[in-house]
């Protein structure tokens, strides 16, 4: 069973930044998509960014493209996300995703909370 767990996550006031890293425990990660999804309160969890084995094809969501941006370290089998220029409307619970076939692992979130 392959954990990962997420941090960096925590409160920012709007335009500022923060970088969220999730390490998994298994190197199958490290061969496998990772990606990062956010849940907000009385929302749908949401696709924010998603990066390929081997970092050649990323996807945003509309509303994080230019602000925030994903990569990975498959050495130290982990993934990041920087976040910049935060609004309200990020505020959420962040989660990792390791997607190897044919099985699916999640991280248990991190909170990244927008507030003046």
């Known amino acids: 069973q392959v954990q990962l767990v997420e941090s960096g996550g925590g409160l920012v006031q709007p335009g500022g930044s923060l970088n969220l890293s999730c390490i998994a425990s298994?190197?199958?990660?490290?061969?496998?998509?990772m990606g990062w999804y956010r849940q907000a309160p009385g929302k749908e969890r949401e696709l924010v960014a998603d990066?390929?084995?081997?970092?050649?094809?990323?996807t945003y969501a509309d509303s994080v493209k230019g602000r925030f941006t994903i990569s990975r370290d498959n050495a130290k089998i982990t993934v990041y996300l920087q976040m910049n220029s935060l609004r309200f409307e990020d505020t959420a619970v962040y989660y990792c995703?390791?997607?190897?076939?044919?099985?699916?692992?999640w991280g248990q979130g991190t909170q990244v909370t927008v507030s003046s």
């Open positions: 995703r390791c997607r190897p076939s044919f099985r699916d692992y």
């Open positions: 298994g190197s199958i990660c490290s061969f496998a998509p």
């Open positions: 990066i390929s084995s081997g970092g050649g094809i990323i």
